[in-house]
């Protein structure tokens, strides 16, 4: 059933991306990052609160499109100066209710558990009924992201659905629903597959799935899939159970992805930053590995310029090539003309990007190569330079303040962590910034029991005027950090500090209302005091 389908027809403006009925997809339309930023127009995000965003999408029968963000995060600012200025985006959320909700804001960590949402950014896709349809992940191009919001208007079928469908009865799956399911944002919602629902479910989608972009998209989730289940025998120390593929069939597929550019590009983000875990699984030979590695790298380099990538996606492109160098060479430098070309290519970027907004993406990105190349003088001279520069100079404090422990300089490194949480901004960023602060001190000089003391406590004591204090992220960070206490308090034999912190959550708690999260969450913390 296509519902909206005449809703969605009778904008003009908007670029369809569907021929042949609700289970035909086509190929994105091509949009180039300098398209899309042109004009004047942008997104009319809804002037209200969370639940009458809703009720009006109720009212209207529209879906709705949640974005949920922070000022500070890289990727977060990568969506807003790449997706949120394509001229395809602004005129297809005209069908939606658009709420964007920024973490820092009253109860927007609430919200975020109810959603159950993470990280930031987060991109999920409501029916008029409030029922979540998709989430959306970053790091595809413009053309993509487009089409599978379109694609969510058209169908509007949940992924929950999709996903009993697949594992019940797969036959039953539309063409639409394979591309649904393969951008879908996996990594963002750990409650999206029942417990204990194999890697081979992907691979399965994979061999059924009509569509080849689609396909090679779910067969590259298996292979995630399957990092992330090694990482789990590795650390649980438990024998391989799963099915896996055969060496040969492994290869040939993923093989076949890396020579098509188009299907390279469709898997990009993944293929780009876990192009080392996944040539790391024993379904590859040694020579297969080999092989892999080179094509990898090669493709990734000769696709790197392409116009629809935003900028920080370009410098995707030479993740693949440092990853596979320092994974065999260890700390040997990079050949001279690789790292003059790394370094002119990161230079250009640097350049050409002068939005202090749009540069919070492009310099984190930067940062990153000149860190995985070894080149930390580099990445040093980048963050410092930033500082002035940024609209949120607290972020790439605490890059400085990573850099500077990396190379043991431990002063450097708390005076960096110091001064990003002092000048942090927003509810839930201070307190996360501040939580950092004070691992980095127990971490780097756990016998300073003073200055411990006096942060966490005074950190606390600014995060209690929130109401979202046990809630979401806040409310992740506190609990790290009250178990970091009290083992830090074990080991230095410090009864004072966990004694004052108890009290103050104990205080809290009494502030929370019975039978909520909130109250569930803040009781955990003294049960494990």
Known sequence: MCVFRSLFHSLSIVLLVFIGGCEQVSNPVSETIEDSVAGAAKIHWFDGSVEAGFALAKAENKPVYLYWGAVWCPPCQEIKHTVFKSKQFIAQTQLFVPLYLDGDTDRAQSWGDKFGVKGYPTMIIFNPAGEEVTRIPGGIDISRYNSILALSLNEMRPTSMLVDLALTNPGDLQTSDFTQLAYYSWAQDSGSLPEGTPATFFRDLSDLSPNEEAGARLYVEYLIALVREKEAREKEAHEQGDEVDSSTDAYRRVSRILKSPELTLACWESLGYYSGEITGLDVFTDEERAKLRQQWQEQFLALRHQPSLSTAEQLTGWLPLLTFHFMDEDETPLPEKVEADLK????????????????????????????????????????????????????????LSSLAEDQGNIEEALDWRRKAYETSEGGATRFQWGASYVSTIIRLTPEDHDLITKTSIALFDELAGDQDVFAGRNFRTLRSLNRQLAKWQAEQEQDFLIAAFQSRIQAMCEKQTAATLERDNCDSLQDAG
């Open 344 to 399: 002119a290519d990161l230079q250009s970027a640097n350049n050409k990007t002068t939005n202090s907004f749009a540069r919070q993406s492009v310099v984190s990105q930067i940062n990153y190569l000149y860190q995985s190349a070894k080149l930390y003088d580099d990445a040093s001279k980048l963050l410092l330079a930033e500082l002035d520069r940024s609209e949120s100079p607290y972020y790439f404090m605490s890059s």
